[in-house]
C-alpha cells in the first residue's frame, strides 16, 4: 500500500508532463514561407473587453482604412466568436525594417475626428478594449515586464518576469482624461530556413510583439512621403481624446524585425503560456491524488457493506429474520417501479448522453493537438456539428430506456429529445443575441447563420435523434433483475440528511473538487479573452468526473434504498448533478470578484450564457450518475434471492 502511494503521485506527475510536452497540434495550414522584401499581411480579427463582453469590428472604430477592405470568409466557429477578420493598411515586407510610417494619408495630414467619433472612441477606452490583429495567422501580443524581489528576499536585486498580454490597449485614461494609441511599434521575429548555398533564403513568422504608444500630433514630425520622425525620449506627450469636440491626430506605425531560434513548429508556445502553468499542474496532481483517494476509500466502504449485506440476505437457514430487517431488500418490488414523467427523463437523459458523447470526442481530439488554436473556431465548429450527429446516440439511450420505463408514444418521445434540451437553448441564445443586436456587436449571430443552425438542428439533429429513437425504441428494453409489484409500498418517514438539497449539497462536493482548478482556467479563457491549450490536463479531468459522479451516485443511491425509498429514479438524476449547483456558486464569486462589469446587458450575457453552461453540466453529470446507479441497482438485486 505504502509503495502505491509512492508511485501514484510520480505516474500522474509522468501523465501530465506527457500531457503538456509530447502532444502535437495540427496548424490547419501548411508553414508560409517567406523571401525579403515578400508581403506580410497584417490583419485585424475584432475588438474584445472583459468589461463588457461585447466584440465589435475592427472598422467600428475610425482606424485608417485601406483603399478596398475584404473580410475573410468565417467559419460557423469563428461567427459565434464574434470574429470578423478584415485587411488592414499596414504595409509590412518581411525583414524590411520601417521607422515610422503615417496612415490614412498620402500627403502627411492629420486625420480629424468627428465629435461622434471622438465619443466613441473615448467610450471604447473606457471600457478597456484590446485590440486584435494577427500577422500570418499569429495573434498579436504585448510584451508585459515585471519586476519581483528574488528567491534570497533583497529588496535591491529585482528578478524580471516577462509576459504577454493577448492584443493590445486601445487606449488608457489618466486623471480623467483619455488617451489613444495612435502609434504601433510592431516587433515581428522570423526563423531563418536552412537552404542550400545555391538558393535563397527563406524566412517564417514565428512571434508578432506590439508594443502601442500615444503621440501627440504636435509631436511628430512628417513629410510628404508619408514618413514620420518619432519624438526622442519622453520628451513627448500622448494623445488625449476629448469626447465634447473633434480631435486632430496621426495614425502611424514603425516595424522591427528580428532573427528567433524558435521553430515554426513552436511558435504558439508563447500564445499558449500566457498563465502560470507551474501552479496549474501541481493543483491538478493535488486534486487527482485526493480525489482518488476520496474514491478508494468510498469503494471500499459500499463493497464491504454490499457484501455483509447480500450475505445476510441469502442466508437459507434465517429467512425469518431476514424478512423483519430493514434494509434494500424489502423494497425489490418496487425500485424498478417507473417514475412519474418517463418521457421528459428520458429525454433529459438522451441529450446527456448526446452531450457526453460529443464533449469525449471533442477533448480526445483536441488532446491529440487537432484542434489548435491557430484554426480559429475549429473547436468551436466541431463541437456544433458533433452534437447534431451525435443525436443518433442520443435517441437510441433515449428510446430503449423510456420502452424499459414502460413508455408506448415513441414519436412524440423522439420529438421531446429532439427538441427539450436544444430548444432550451436556442431560446436563451436567441434573447441573448437580440440585446447583442441592439448594441451593433459583431458577437451577433447574423440572421443567415442562425437560419443555418436552424437547417442543421431540423434537417440533421433531429431526423438522427428520430432514427436512434426508433432502434433504441424497438430493442429489447433492459432486463430487471426483479418483478415489480401492483401495489406500491408505502415509503416510511426520512431522516432530515436524505432531503433532496441536502443530498445535491452532499453529492456535488466531490465532482466539483476534481475539476474546479480547471474552471478557473476554462472561465478565464472564457471571459477574460486568454487562450485555453491544455486539453490533455483537461481530458484527466474529465475522467475523474466520471468516476466521481459515477461512485458518488452509487453511495447516494445506496443509502437512499437502505432508507426504504424506492423512488431513486428522478432524485438520482438530480442529485448526481449537484456538482451544477456548486459550478453557479463559483460562477457568481467569479463575477463578483474577477470580473469588472457593472452595466445590465454584459451582465445579463455573463449570467444567460453562464446559466447554459449550468444546465448541461448538469445534464452531463445527472447523466453519468443515473447510468451509473442505474447499472449498480440491477447488479445488487440479481446479487440476492428474491422468493
Known sequence: MAAAMVWWPRFLLLLCLTCKTSTFYVPGVAPINFHQNDPVEIKAVKLTSSRTQLPYEYYSLPFCQPSKITYKAENLGEVLRGDRIVNTPFQVLMNSEKKCEVLCSQSSKPVTLTVEQSRLVAERITEDYYVHLIADNLPVATRLELYSNNRDGDDKKKEKDVQFEHGYRLGFTDVNKIYLHNHLSFILYYHREDMEEDQEHTYRVVRFEVIPQSIRLEDLKTDEKSSCILPEGTSSSPQEIDPTKENRLYFTYSVHWEESDIKWASRWDTYLTMSDVQIHWFSIINSVVVVFFLSGILSMIIIRTLRKDIANYNKEDDIEDTM???????????????????????????????????????????????????????????????????????????????????????????????????????????????????????????????????????????????????????????????????????????????????????????????????????????????????????????????????????????????????????????????????????????????????????????????????????????TIGFYAAYMFVRKIYAAVKID
Open 324 to 622: 423483519e430487517e430493514s434494509g434494500w431488500k424489502l423494497v425489490h418490488g418496487d425500485v424498478f417501479r417507473p417514475p412519474q414523467y418517463p418521457m421528459i427523463l428520458s429525454s433529459l437523459l438522451g441529450s446527456g448522453i448526446q452531450l457526453f458523447c460529443m464533449i469525449l470526442i471533442v477533448i480526445f481530439v483536441a488532446m491529440l493537438g487537432m484542434l489548435s488554436p491557430s484554426s480559429r473556431g475549429a473547436l468551436m465548429t466541431t463541437a456544433c456539428f458533433l452534437f447534431m450527429f451525435m443525436g443518433v446516440f442520443g435517441g437510441f439511450s433515449a428510446g430503449r430506456l423510456y420502452r424499459t420505463l414502460k413508455g408506448h408514444r415513441w414519436k412524440k418521445g423522439a420529438f421531446c429529445t429532439a427538441t427539450l434540451y436544444p430548444g432550451v437553448v436556442f431560446g436563451i441564445c436567441f434573447v441573448l443575441n437580440c440585446f447583442i443586436w441592439g448594441k451593433h456587436s459583431s458577437g451577433a449571430v447574423p440572421f443567415p447563420t442562425m437560419v443555418a443552425l436552424l437547417c442543421m438542428w431540423f434537417g440533421i439533429s433531429l431526423p438522427l435523434v428520430y432514427l436512434g429513437y426508433y432502434f433504441g425504441f424497438r430493442k429489447q428494453p433492459y432486463d430487471n433483475p426483479v418483478r415489480t409489484n401492483q401495489i406500491p409500498r408505502q415509503i416510511p418517514e426520512q431522516r432530515w440528511y436524505m432531503n433532496r438539497f441536502v443530498g445535491i449539497l452532499m453529492a456535488g462536493i466531490l465532482p466539483f473538487g476534481a475539476m474546479f482548478i480547471e474552471l478557473f482556467f476554462i472561465f478565464s479563457a472564457i471571459w477574460e479573452n486568454q487562450f485555453y491549450y491544455l486539453f490533455g490536463f483537461l481530458f484527466l479531468v474529465f475522467i475523474i468526473l466520471v468516476v466521481s459522479c459515477s461512485q458518488i451516485s452509487i453511495v447516494m443511491v445506496y443509502f437512499q434504498l437502505c432508507a426504504e425509498d424506492y423512488r431513486w429514479w428522478w432524485r438520482n438524476f438530480l442529485v448526481s448533478g449537484g456538482s451544477a449547483f456548486y459550478v453557479l456558486v463559483y460562477a457568481i464569486f467569479y463575477f463578483v470578484n474577477k470580473l469588472d462589469i457593472v452595466e445590465f446587458i454584459p451582465s445579463l450575457l455573463y449570467f444567460g450564457y453562464t446559466a447554459l453552461m449550468v444546465l448541461s453540466f448538469w445534464l452531463l453529470t445527472g
